[in-house]
């Protein structure tokens, strides 16, 4: 397993292995990696010839006020867990090496970025998407990995990979859970033991809203608002958003008629974790 850090040695690597005919998996991460992680990195290893993994914590995706500076770091970790499971290449780079000075820039998806987390994270989009877009200049993957916890992520980077015709193809893998239901998260780490008692009614939220549209309700704001109620009866947990939406177009719906995605995000104590189910073509994911 190689590890590189400057962008023109990775380049070099890239070549040969595009010359050579290889096909590449890729999985960018901001490490801390969990089983969430590394699931993405085994569907690339097994579908592609080469794996290659990105850990780097982008600044240009954090507010002033959010954790960049205390997001989970342990490269060594990381780079032993990636190593067990046979990835070919890390791409581990500093923050100069990707934003030189006098970088200048971005990438925007329009609308789609500025619904659900885009409202109270403005600008995220925009750094996710210019650091991925950058990734992908590098990497040249023919596969990029991401998992469906991050719904509105993938949404975005699907329908920016359209826009600017990006030879790559974007596979979502299924959201990996704790036993509780909890979804695999960097950030559950920030939770004290109370606080991560109290996170599963983000899970217990969702199965509620399965079991009522399961039981034929369409009409979104009278799921929308028993999934309210659910949480709000928790003491820890401070509501950001609740939302049913088109999986397309991220507009709130009024009726579930067709396939539809929804999504929560709650506060615990200082930690904003995030959750879904998507309903497509009659079936419930989550």
């Known amino acids: 397993m190689e590890v590189i850090s400057k962008v023109a040695e990775l380049q070099e690597r890239i070549k040969r292995w ?20 590394l699931s993405l990195v085994r569907e690339a290893k097994k579908r592609n010839d080469r794996a290659a993994v990105s850990i780097f914590v982008n600044p240009k995706q954090f507010g002033p006020a959010e954790d ?11 780079a032993a867990l990636l190593e067990k499971e046979g990835v070919d290449l890390i791409f581990y780079p500093a923050v100069e090496e990707m ?33 991925v877009l950058k ?72 199965e509620l809203a399965e079991e009522i549209i399961k039981n034929g309700e369409r009409q979104a704001a009278r799921i929308r608002q028993q999934m309210v109620n659910l949480i709000s009866a928790e003491p820890l947990a401070r509501i950001d958003y609740v939302e049913i939406v088109d999986p397309q177009t991220l507009e709130p719906l009024v009726t579930i008629d067709g396939d539809a995605l929804v999504a929560v995000a709650v506060y615990f104590g200082r930690t904003r974790l995030i959750d879904n189910l998507r309903f497509i073509s009659g079936v419930i994911e989550k």
């Open 135 to 206: 990734l992908f200049n590098l990497i040249q993957p023919d596969e990029a990995y991401f998992g469906w916890k991050d719904a509105q992520q993938v949404i975005i980077l699907k329908k920016m990979v359209e826009d600017l015709n990006l030879p790559v193809k974007i596979r979502p893998m299924p959201l990996i859970r704790e036993k509780d239901g909890l979804a695999l998260s960097s950030r559950n780490i920030y939770l004290n033991p109370q606080e991560r008692q109290a996170s599963v009614v983000l899970y217990r939220s969702l």
């Open 68 to 78: 960049y500076n205390v997001y989970p770091r342990d490269f060594n970790r990381d």
């Open 99 to 131: 934003y030189p000075a006098g970088y200048k820039t971005y990438v925007e998806v329009e609308d789609l970025e500025n619904r659900l987390c885009g409202r109270s994270r403005p600008g995220h989009f925009r750094g996710v998407c210019t650091v």
């Open 18 to 37: 595009k010359q050579a005919g290889l096909t590449i998996g890729f999985v960018p991460t901001m490490g801390y990696l969990h089983e969430g992680h």
